[in-house]
């Protein structure tokens, strides 16, 4: 069993919607978890970085909270663009580091 | 600042071919990883180094993968031989730190699509 888990697989919002991406971990020790956007044929690019004690860290219109008690983070993006189509990847670092399978976003005009 | 570099973008080859691929870091980065992503597995990481000396090759899949790094502005994934499940992209990211304790970005190239027939 993966130890990041993220929701939903694939999503699809029509330009200008808010959206929200899930990842789920039970990687133990934590040290961080970070938000990638990889567009396709690209290599990921960093959105945030959080360690344990950060709940909350934006990045535009990309905003990350952490809760390290319930080992849960969400990916908010406003006012979607029809750029902010991509696969959005979660990585949580302890001992090791684990990568979420990633949410295919798709904006749609 | 050019980021990381990668080549070849794409390598077609036959199996049981030798394969090596190039990534340049961004200067004065000390740490460099190589990954690799598949639709089936996702990113995984292979390896990465820290001031030029392999760390954890833990995600090595087996002996037909090495890696290099000479100096700091170069190192080398080779595939020797290769097989057709090592088609995959492969990714080089280079960052200011480590894996753990740390809030500097890792910056990855655009990847190198390797098909092996």
């Keep these: ?31 961080n978890l970070r938000w990638y956007k990889q567009d396709t044929g690209r290599g990921p ?14 990045n535009g219109r990309y905003t990350a909270t ?3 008690d319930t080992k849960q983070s969400s990916l908010h993006i406003t006012a979607s663009q029809l750029s902010d189509s991509a696969s959005y990847i979660c ?5 090791d580091m684990r990568f979420g399978a990633g949410t295919r976003l798709t904006v749609k005009p | 600042d050019a980021g990381v570099i990668q080549s070849p973008r794409h390598e ?25 992503q598949t639709m089936m597995r996702g990113l995984e990481l ?6 030029n000396v392999p760390i954890d090759d833990s995600g090595m899949p087996e002996d037909r993968f090495s890696a290099k790094m000479p100096n700091a502005s170069f190192s080398t994934l080779k595939i020797q031989p290769s097989e057709p499940r090592d088609s995959a992209v492969y990714f080089c990211a280079s960052s ?15 990847g190198t699509r390797l098909s092996i027939l």
């Design chain 1, 91 to 95: 990585v949580v670092s302890g001992n």
């Design chain 2, 96 to 110: 200011f730190s480590g894996l753990s304790y740390s809030n500097q970005p890792q910056h990855f190239g655009d």
């Design chain 1, 66 to 68: 952490l809760d390290a």
């Design chain 1, 45 to 58: 690019v960093s959105l945030t970085i959080m360690t344990f004690s950060e709940n909350t860290k934006s």
């Design chain 2, 12 to 36: 077609v080859t036959e199996m049981g071919q030798e394969v090596t691929l190039r990534c340049k870091p961004i200067s004065g980065h000390d740490y460099l990883f190589w990954y690799r």
């Design chain 2, 46 to 51: 292979l390896i990465y180094f820290n001031n």
């Design chain 1, 1 to 31: 069993k993966n130890q990041v888990e993220q929701s939903p697989q694939s999503l699809i919002i029509l330009e200008g919607k808010n959206c929200t991406l899930q990842c789920n971990y039970t990687v133990s020790p934590f040290s």
